[in-house]
């Protein structure tokens, strides 16, 4: 039970700074709202989906790939919920001809030619309030250009999707973002003969290992791999 | 029964409401046109040094040192007549701008019976023009005249009820009557209208001939001359010329937030709101500069309309200085929006249109907006459209649409690349991401298009399967070899 003082000092503070976050620990899982990807792999290890109000990082490291079809499928289940899906792309590389116009009526995006713009860009989204689901997509960034990127940047977005509730999704070809909620390595090994198989098939053999839902809550849940 | 609403000093007041902090100092506004420039209006500070209208500006300082003299500019008076009159029109249909800083209400079909509902709105009246920073006085009388000769009395309202009584106590300079006129009645000893009136309409009228009918006409409680009616423009405006030119963003949006806090409370006092802004910058070399915002969610929060305006002045660069200022609102009646059960639109559009102006002028207009596919087979042809959100209907389909092909994540432009050909296959691939050999291939696809016009295209496409390394489209044009994208 916190001292008679100690509330006044929080309640002095939270008047000088509107929206200062008062506590040291994140909040429980249970506090979490969740944007669901449409994806089992995603969704049940998630506990929902994609924690609103926090950062997840999708991880495609190595000789894995599967982030396209991933953003596909996110931008298939923002137009099926009427969400408003912002992708901004950090290297201008989603290829937007092969969805259907009416999955792309929902899509805001962003096109960027280096990490410092999609940096700004995703700073300026997060703070709008009006976007409930952002994605940043650097996978296929430099990692030089992604080496310059300021560890604060990742808690300043953190901060700001508390604020906003935002679902902030960010795609990076090795671990990079310290303060995220939720962390996904995706796993996909396609070959030629995948292009027999259609999309849908492909994102359902996408391989997902939540290697850190520690933070998602207290009690954390193991590393886990869904198929 | 008339109103009438009359500023003192209208000049003067039109040039202080944007400078209030003026008003406790001694300001006197000069005509730098009149062939002999001089004082032609004083606020009450001034005159309590003995400061009058005529004195040249060195005489008036040589009376009061610290005496503020303000350069006569028509920009404040034409926004200070518009609101005037704006305001005036929200209280009645029937409005007449009758003079400078004079504004005749005809009070008709008003439901004004008795004395309290017309002080209230009297007083409704000169809260709105206060609001807008003018300071007005209201005559209340059975004529247009009189109320206006009421309206010049000291008190901010006065009703006239008994108008015999009212005029009987008038002095003779209140009717403003030509000077020659003037000086022979103060002769003869007349000071007041009631004095005046004794003297016999038909006598004075022999006498001064048809000066002094008008002014008996003026003064007659059942002389009632018909109003000439006025319509007000529908834009809210508020203008401003410098008098040393602006360079920088800062002094501008000074301006800029003043004039959108007056729009507001303009806008705010007769119940409307700003549907698009138009901001006109004169420019000291050439023409003027001028843009239109469109508001998404018609408001007349001040703080919204400053912060678009902020944002889009943010990036602009004008050729030359800027010397004077002319921000325009068009007012629409307030939104009232029933959200859909199911609609998930956006909660505040006016900050996601600022978001959008703050990112179009970050990574470029054309590289933001929700795709559009084109109607063609070239290879990666669509359009970016201005997202609206608000309106989009919702797919209700719980069937999933299918995309065509596996996902691919494209180099834009191309990566340009060596190929080694057996035959009509590329065996081996060098480029930036990859180069080594080919263990699998599909194709040659063919596809051409535009073959009519200069823009015609034809290209080979291959899918690749490399040794160790990623899945690629390649393919080979009249230009050259390049890799399309990773199959992703």
């Known amino acids: 039970m916190p001292a008679a003082n100690v509330i006044q000092l929080r309640t002095l503070l939270a008047e000088k700074i509107p929206g200062l976050r008062m506590r040291l620990e994140a909040p429980h899982m249970a506090e979490y709202k969740f944007q669901a990807a449409g994806l089992r792999q995603i969704d049940e290890p998630l506990q929902g989906g994609f924690p609103k109000g926090a950062i997840t990082e999708v991880i495609v490291a190595g000789a894995y790939y599967g982030s396209s079809t991933l953003l596909q499928s996110l931008v298939q289940q923002a137009a099926k919920a009427n969400e408003i899906l912002t992708l901004i792309d950090g290297n201008d590389s989603f290829d937007v001809t092969q969805l259907d116009e009416k999955m792309l009526s929902r899509l805001l995006w962003i096109r960027c030619r280096s990490v410092a713009q999609a940096i700004r860009a995703a700073d300026l989204a997060l703070r709008d309030g009006n976007l409930s689901w952002v994605i940043l997509d650097l996978k296929s960034n430099s990692d030089q250009q992604l080496r310059k990127i300021s560890p604060a940047t990742w808690y300043r977005f953190q901060r700001l999707v508390e604020e906003t509730g935002t679902a902030c999704v960010i795609f990076t070809p090795r671990r990079m973002l310290a303060p995220a909620r939720a962390r996904i390595n995706l796993r996909l090994q396609i070959s030629l003969g995948a292009m027999e198989c259609n999309p849908g098939g492909l994102q359902h053999q996408i391989k997902i290992e939540v290697s850190n839902s520690m933070r998602l809550g207290g009690n954390g849940i193991p590393p886990s791999t869904f198929k | ?488």
């Open chain 2, 1 to 488: 029964m008339f109103a009438a609403i009359y500023i003192a000093d209208f000049s003067l007041e039109a040039l202080l409401r944007n400078a209030p902090d003026l008003r406790a100092t001694p300001v006197a506004l000069v005509d730098s046109d009149l062939p002999k420039p001089a004082i032609i209006q004083c606020n009450a500070a001034a005159k309590t040094f003995g400061i009058v209208d005529g004195l040249t500006a060195s005489q008036a300082l040589a009376r009061c040192s610290n005496l503020e003299i303000i350069i006569r500019s028509t920009a404040p008076e034409a926004s200070a007549t518009e609101i005037l009159l704006q305001t005036a029109y929200a209280f009645s249909p029937n409005i007449e701008a009758t003079a400078p800083g004079v504004c005749t209400l005809e009070l008709k079909g008003l439901d004004l019976g008795n004395l309290p509902a017309m002080k209230l709105w009297c007083k409704k009246i000169l809260q709105a023009l206060g609001s807008a920073g003018l300071e007005a006085r209201i005559g209340v009388a059975a004529t247009p005249d009189l109320a206006l000769l009421a309206a010049h009395r000291p008190e901010s309202i006065s009703i006239i009820q008994d108008a015999e009584d009212f005029v009987a106590d008038l002095p003779i300079s209140a009717l403003a009557p030509p000077v020659e006129v003037l000086e022979i009645l103060t002769r003869w000893g007349v000071r007041s209208t009631g004095e005046f009136l004794r003297l016999g309409k038909t006598e004075i009228s022999e006498r001064f001939g048809p000066v002094a009918l008008e002014l008996f006409k003026r003064i007659s409680p059942r002389s009632v001359r018909p109003l000439k009616l006025f319509s007000p423009p529908e834009l809210f405006s508020e203008q401003m010329e410098f008098e040393s030119e602006i360079e920088t963003l800062k002094p501008l949006l000074v301006w800029l937030n003043r004039f959108a806090g007056q729009l507001s409370r303009r806008l705010e006092a007769i119940y409307l709101v700003a549907a698009k802004l138009h901001l006109r910058l004169g420019l000291a070399a050439g023409g003027p500069y001028e843009h239109t915002i469109d508001i998404p969610s018609p408001t007349g929060e001040e703080r919204v309309l400053c912060r678009m305006l902020q944002t889009h002045l943010e990036t602009l660069r004008t050729a030359s200085p800027i010397i004077s200022l002319q921000l325009s609102a068009l007012p629409t009646k307030p939104e009232m929006h029933q959200f859909g059960l199911f609609q998930n639109t956006l909660r505040n559009p006016n900050q996601f249109a600022e978001t959008l102006a703050r990112l179009a002028a970050l990574v470029g207009a054309e590289n933001i907006g929700t795709p559009v596919l084109e109607a063609t087979h070239r290879p990666d042809a669509f359009r970016l459209q201005p997202p609206n959100f608000e309106f989009t209907p919702a797919h209700h389909s719980k069937q999933t649409i299918q995309n065509e092909g596996m996902p691919l994540r494209r180099f834009r432009p191309p990566l340009p690349a060596q190929f080694e050909f057996d035959e009509t296959k590329p065996v081996r691939i060098s480029c930036n991401i990859f180069s080594g050999m080919i263990t699998e291939i599909r194709g040659p696809f063919l596809s051409s298009g535009n073959w009519w016009d200069e823009n015609r295209w034809a290209r080979e496409e291959w899918d690749v399967e490399t040794f160790g390394g990623p899945l690629l489209r390649l393919f080979r044009s009249g230009e050259g070899c390049y890799v399309e994208g990773v199959y992703d």
